[in-house]
């Protein structure tokens, strides 16, 4: 038979009642006893039953997270990985545990939300799937407790990237080295994400009296090299190329690398790059790129904060959306093509 209860309030010489108590955070039990008996339980390997806890508090303390990005790269994804990682850690270091919800138990189908019933979890966070999806409403709009991440509903708290701000930290650092020809292959335009950084493009350039040609906006798909190394070579064929190209992401970046070199151009001088997101592996190789990273520590950490509180405090949380400024990475993608004084 495993440690039970009894044998802390042994060890501790505390009656069953009070080590229940300190276990369950009662007020009337002071902070130094509830620490001591926590310290006698981790000592013996004593811990609470969690079905026990999940009847005497009516929280399972397990929050589900929906995770279904196009690129279908899955917890490789090289910025959802990363948020996702860190609100894991948030979530376990203030005592829940994950559980990831799909459309299936098996071989039997069910929607998101009665997979969050059958999995019994408190809340649940939302990233990189079909926001416009009927399913995927008829959770956001439940009783469950929702967080999204890069989208914004009015109804739930969000967490998301100043995506149009940081496109405009991007494109103004370009005009800023003596670049006027700006391209920009965008990522799907079927998201806030990609629609904010269209809109961030469009308006600093504006602001800085430069006009866009149509055909120097160009969708591709996140994460596709191919797509993008095709579109590369569609504005660098133009009678006049742009002189700086910006990037659907970070990893877009060995598909414009190719095409580069199929044009016999040198980065950095012959042509320029800029990509988004900040991925670590994509800082290695050279020249390095010059991106905005995105801050996925922050956006994981506070998303995993905001639906713990939405859970533990309904009627105090709120529903606000939690912007998070991303930073200029400099590196050597792009060329200085100022005028020596």
């Known amino acids: 038979m495993g440690v039970t209860i009894k044998d802390v309030a042994a060890k501790a010489g505390l009656s069953i009642s009070t080590v229940s108590k300190a276990f369950n955070d009662y007020s009337d039990i002071s902070s130094e006893t509830k620490e001591y008996v926590r310290k006698v339980a981790k000592e013996i390997g004593y811990y609470p039953n969690a079905i026990a806890r999940t009847l005497k508090t009516n929280h399972s303390f397990n929050l589900g997270f929906i995770f279904d990005e196009n690129a279908s790269s899955g917890l490789l994804h090289p910025f959802f990985a990363e948020v996702i990682n860190a609100f894991k850690k948030e979530a376990e270091s203030l005592g829940y545990d994950i559980t990831f919800i799909n459309r299936n138990i098996g071989t039997t189908a069910m929607t998101y939300l009665d997979h969050c019933h059958y999995r019994n979890i408190d809340g649940i966070c939302l990233a990189g799937v079909d926001f416009t999806s009927p399913e995927i409403h008829e959770l956001i709009y439940s009783s469950v407790p929702c967080v999204t991440i890069d989208h914004v509903f009015d109804c739930q708290p969000c967490v998301i990237s100043r ?82 190209i910006l990037l659907p992401d970070d990893y877009s970046y060995i598909g414009a690398m190719e095409s580069a070199a199929n044009h016999n151009l040198t980065i950095g001088k012959d042509i320029s790059f800029a990509g988004y997101d900040g991925s670590r592996p994509i800082q290695l190789l050279r ?45 050597e993608s792009i060329a200085d093509l100022r005028s020596p004084v």
């Open 163 to 244: 995506n149009l701000e940081d496109i405009q930290l991007l494109v103004s650092h370009g005009i800023s080295l003596g670049h006027r020809r700006i391209a920009f292959i965008h990522g799907e335009n079927n998201s806030s994400v990609t629609k904010h950084r269209i809109r961030g493009y469009y308006r600093c350039m504006s602001d800085h009296g430069l006009t866009v040609p149509d055909h120097f906006v160009l969708e591709s798909k996140y994460l596709d090299t191919v797509k993008t190394r095709e579109l590369v070579d569609t504005l660098l064929e133009l009678p006049q190329p742009p002189t700086l």
């Open 287 to 331: 020249p390095r790129l010059t991106t905005i990273r995105q801050n996925t520590e922050l956006m994981g950490k506070t998303a995993a904060k905001q639906l713990i509180s939405t859970v533990e405090t309904p009627n105090v949380a709120g529903c606000e959306s939690f912007y998070v400024p991303g930073e200029l990475l400099e590196g």
